[in-house]
């Protein structure tokens, strides 16, 4: 496990969305502090992806960028989340999440755990 120490909220965003990026479209997990409610929260993620299954996302304009810099979010598949047809059956994996990248706390990708202090 490796320890990164950053300072500034914008120098942190961007490592930790260029570490997320190591991924590539393998499985990578993250974990962050999620704003609504402060409570931990791990995900297993794809980048890059577009699965047949599970709906494009959608945002004002019916457009959603990958990342947000506004927000400080970045969108990617969540590849646990079962996806249910209108029957209730399990159709596939696969929902569209929002990070918040400024409270990541722990970064797995390309075989490596990255933890931010």
Known sequence: MEKVRIGAVGRRVRTVRKLMETAGTRIGSVSFIKRENGKLRRIAYR?????????????????RKAINRKHNLITVL???????????????????????????????????IYRFV
């Open 47 to 63: 980048l890059h992806c577009v699965p047949t299954y599970a709906p494009v996302p959608k945002g004002k304009g019916n457009t």
């Open 78 to 112: 969540d590849v646990n989340q079962p996806l249910y047809n209108r029957k209730g059956h399990i159709i596939g994996r696969g929902a569209w999440k929002s990070i918040p990248l400024d409270s990541v706390v722990r970064v797995r990708a390309g075989g490596t």
